[in-house]
């Protein structure tokens, strides 16, 4: 411990910061949120010039000094003048001698392993730096950092300003970068202000028409979806070649559509063969960086919206991509709304399992070439191997100059590779359809190989149906989706014998679906699509029990805002959010001095489950989390003072910042 002050500012927090400070604490303080990055560093490395420059990235934004505490009911970002220290692990002595260790492996699994580390909220920094030494002219820079203080875009800032930085350093000359026009509390300043001014009025009504009656996407999985998700996944690259983006970028100029739209159309056929839904729904992002200042400032701005489209059968894949763009540009227009606003006025009750609205998400990002290199060092960027994935489904395509690579990212836990590279494959196949017979209908578009399987094939449920009781041993097997195509593995569709070479093919009335691994799997009708959300039942109102149930049925008054709740009464049905669930169990973990999770109060979010989860985590012997040591202590110590009420001029000095921020937000609008 030095013993230096750490001083610090508090201000509110974004919106799309509370939504990531309530996932990060809903996923149990997982690794799932993290950004990371791998920087192959060739050359004569400087590693104090590197140093400075990672702090001077530090110094310029306020972000990379942030950490986060609910004070007052409110989520708060501290700023702090706190920097990172980086680490060094210095491989040279090891990888010179004759150990047999694979260089390549103990690289990816030192970057996997940084990449998963969890990141406390409350504490600085949510920036992590590693050094590795391979060689004297070898080394791997390993960037890591939370998603509620960057986002995508921010890492390409982050990137060229430590490279310039850095070479500023070596030269010794002055970095050139220019004064930041404002930083991201500027930003969070001016969405309260909007609010509270009545700003998203108008985008809120438009939005709830927008998702009025909105059915529950499921796609169909290898296996049932878990009561609690764990965030494990793993990343599929799917290849996109240049003639193929060529053509489709002729048929965007032809219908005036940008690549964005095409390949999502082609997806939402994808989904709606897959499905057998025509009221489709993914989630979209949008940089949240409207305002030209924002541009060059490291934050969490990313917004998302919800891409809803009607894709029929009889439609043609012109009237799909139509439809997709008509969707996206409406999207657009109205995408300054909140995410969190959407979902907190759609309501209804929320699960653990599921996220609100949508499922599987489709992005694209704009990935710019910059050349990192400095005189002296050659500098590679690339991406960890992922082993998260924060939706069912995230298809990502990377637009860098024109070039186009996608991948689809996969809850391991509902789907095995097999299955969900058949799914790539099938979209590939949409999108050469889409691009070489745009008129084609829908119903008309195979997405599929026909793919024989042999007798062994069948479980055993399926071998005593009489219809397959009597298969040959050399007989062969199809499944056809509803239209007569070839079905994707992954995909229902009804199987079709054919007891020998040159007989002819007829159809079961089996419904079964292929299986990743070469299997088929049989689909009772009344499980057709799996995963869908139980039905509703009346909860009949009962009065809270015992002193701790009526303590929480009062404590739920004064965050709802609401009287008369039921020890049965269901938070998010009773009007509660991310953010106000976030709240309240701050709240009770002070309240009780245990340590109950939002996972937990997400399976029964009633008082009578609330007050059960803290008996048991009471009796479990489990406690709040300690706090920080070192140079934090002191930010430590002031955080807690403000949120006790014990510093009589938190108030003051928050209003003056606050102040601050809206002032530097009007000189720059």
């Known amino acids: 411990m030095t013993g230096r002050a750490v001083s610090a500012l508090v201000s509110d927090a974004s919106y799309a910061q509370a939504r990531m400070y309530f996932l990060d604490e809903l996923a149990h303080k997982s690794g799932a949120f993290t950004v990371a990055r791998v920087l192959d560093l060739t050359g004569d490395l400087d590693p104090a010039a ?131 026009p404002l930083q991201y509390a500027d930003f969070a300043a001016w969405q309260q202000r909007a609010e509270a001014g009545g700003g998203h009025d108008r985008l809120l009504a438009h939005w709830r028409e927008r998702v009025r009656g909105l059915p529950e996407l499921t796609l169909p999985t290898e296996h049932p979806r878990p009561e609690r998700l764990s965030h494990r996944g793993r990343e599929l690259s799917i290849p996109l070649d240049d003639h193929l983006a060529e053509q489709l970028g002729s048929l965007c100029r032809e219908e005036e559509a940008s690549l964005f739209m095409v390949l999502l159309a082609g997806f939402y056929v994808v989904l709606h063969r897959y499905s057998g839904r025509s009221d489709l729904a993914v989630g979209g992002t949008t940089s949240g960086r409207a305002r030209p200042e924002t541009q060059d400032v490291i934050g969490s701005f990313v917004n998302m919206v919800v891409l809803r489209t009607l894709v029929r059968d009889d439609h043609t894949l012109r009237d799909v991509l139509r439809a997709t763009a008509e969707t996206c540009h409406d999207a657009y227009d109205h995408q300054e709304l909140p995410f969190e606003h959407l979902v907190a006025a759609h309501g209804g009750a929320r699960r653990a399992n599921l996220h609100p609205l949508f499922q599987i998400v489709f992005q694209m990002i704009v990935q710019s070439e910059d050349d990192l290199s400095v005189p002296g060092l050659n500098i590679r960027m690339r991406e960890p191997a992922t082993t998260v994935s924060t939706f069912d489904l995230v298809c990502t395509v990377t637009n860098t100059n024109g070039r186009l690579s996608a991948t689809l990212e996969y809850a391991t836990e509902l789907w095995d590779a097999e299955t969900v590279a058949a799914l790539g494959h099938a979209w590939q196949c949409a999108l050469s359809e889409l691009a070489a017979r745009p008129d084609r209908a829908v119903r008309d578009t195979p997405l599929a190989e026909e793919h024989p399987y042999a007798p062994d094939a069948l479980p055993d449920e399926l071998r005593r149906a009489p219809v397959l009781s009597d298969l040959p041993a050399e ?51 009344q499980d057709a699509f799996p995963g869908l959300a139980p039905p509703e039942v009346d909860v009949v109102h009962c009065a809270p029990v015992g002193p701790v149930e009526r303590e929480l049925a009062a404590l739920w008054g004064e965050v709802l805002g609401v009287t008369d709740v039921g020890r049965n009464d269901n938070f998010f049905e009773r009007g509660g959010h991310s953010l106000l669930a976030t709240v309240l169990i701050t709240r009770v973990q002070e309240r009780y001095g245990t340590d109950v999770t939002l996972e937990a109060f997400f399976r029964l979010p009633t008082p009578a489950g609330l007050a059960e989860a803290i008996a048991a985590s009471t009796d479990s012997g489990d406690g709040p989390g300690g706090g920080g040591t070192g140079e934090l202590g002191a930010l430590t110590a002031l955080v807690d003072a403000l949120e006790q009420g014990a510093l009589e001029q938190g108030a003051s000095e928050r209003g003056a910042l606050e102040q601050d921020a809206l002032e530097r937000q009007e000189g720059h609008a």
């Open 475 to 525: 007989a062969v097997l199809t499944v056809r989706d509803a239209f007569g195509h070839p079905a994707p593995r992954g995909a229902f569709g009804e199987l079709f014998r054919r007891d020998r070479p040159g007989a002819p093919v007829t159809p079961t009335g089996v419904a079964v679906r292929p299986a990743g691994d070469g299997r088929l799997m049989a689909v009772p009708a």
């Open 50 to 180: 590197l140093d400075a420059a990672v702090r001077g990235c530090v110094r310029r934004h306020e972000s990379l000094r942030t950490c986060f505490r609910v004070i007052d009911g409110e989520l708060r970002q501290i700023v702090t003048d706190q920097e990172p220290t980086p680490r060094v692990v210095d491989l040279r002595s090891l990888l010179g001698r004759e150990t047999g260790v694979d260089e390549r492996e103990l690289v990816a699994d030192l970057a996997g392993q940084e990449a998963a580390e969890p990141f406390d909220l409350r504490r600085v920094p949510l920036l992590r730096t590693t050094l590795i030494r391979l060689t004297d002219q070898r080394a791997v820079l390993l960037l890591t950092l939370h998603h509620i203080i960057a986002d995508a875009w921010s890492l390409d800032v982050l990137l060229r300003e430590l490279s310039a930085l850095y070479r500023a350093a070596v030269a010794g000359v002055p970095d050139g970068l220019p004064e930041l």
